[in-house]
């Protein structure tokens, strides 16, 4: 089982309409989620960090985390042309120094 | 957010040679930086941790003696891409730990991308 998956898509969603990205993880004894936007070519931007149960939004992005089912997602509101990218699931190993693990990245593509 | 900068952005190099990459956090100090390398159309996968003050510690599979770290200084790591062939042709990124809160957000470089021919 990987320790961090991820649907690698790719996931098309038109103009305006929500976006739900999802991502699973296998170590219950992580603390701390990333979602991660990577443009093509570029290195990865940080959306969102969440560590604790239930919702964060921060402008159009919410993030989501439910611990018990391992499981934590990502959803765009009102998704604009300039969303396509790929989005990468972070997680923290909880050992040592923290390393992030990364899913494979969901790629996601606006329609307008 | 903090910043990470790394450099050069691209580099091409002959199969045989060695290239060096550098990482610098510029706003901030990282005792610890990761390097992580992407193929095309794959995720980040990390290579290796550097320590400030001390040797990396490298992750399953990768050859501590072909990818030389050095963690000299709070604010820089370098990684030494020794004896470079094709196949180490990729996008090499690392990335800084910056404290937020008590909880530590990780932060990217621009990433660099290695073609050896």
């Known amino acids: 089982q990987k320790e961090v998956e991820q649907n690698s898509g790719p996931l098309s969603v038109p103009e305006g309409a929500i976006a739900s990205l999802n991502c699973t993880y296998s170590?219950?004894?992580?603390?701390?989620f990333f979602w991660y936007r990577q443009y093509s070519g570029k290195s990865p931007e940080l959306i969102m960090s969440i560590y604790s149960n239930g919702d964060k939004e921060d402008g159009r992005f919410t993030a989501q985390l439910n611990k018990a089912s391992q499981y934590v997602s990502l959803l765009i509101r009102d998704s604009q042309p300039s969303d396509s990218a790929t989005y990468l699931c972070?997680?923290?190993?909880?050992?040592?120094?923290?390393?992030?693990?990364f899913g494979q990245g969901t790629r996601l593509t606006i329609n307008p | 957010g903090a910043v990470v900068s790394q450099h050069p952005s691209w580099v091409i190099c002959k199969s045989g040679t060695s290239v060096k990459i550098e990482c610098r956090s510029l706003?901030?100090?990282?005792?610890?930086m990761f390097w992580y390398r992407q193929f095309p159309k794959q995720s980040l996968m990390l290579m290796a941790t550097?320590?400030?003050?001390?040797?990396?510690?490298?992750e399953q599979g990768v050859e501590k003696d072909k990818f030389l770290i050095n963690h000299a200084s709070l604010t820089l790591s370098t990684l030494t891409v020794t004896s470079a062939h094709p196949e180490d042709s990729s996008f090499y990124i690392c990335s800084a730990r910056a404290p937020a809160g008590g909880t530590t957000e990780a932060f990217f470089g621009q990433g660099t991308r290695l073609t050896v021919v």
């Open positions: 706003d901030f100090q990282a005792t610890t």
């Open positions: 972070a997680v923290n190993r909880p050992q040592g120094a923290q390393k992030l693990v």
């Open positions: 170590d219950r004894g992580s603390q701390s």
């Open positions: 550097s320590n400030e003050g001390s040797k990396a510690t490298y």
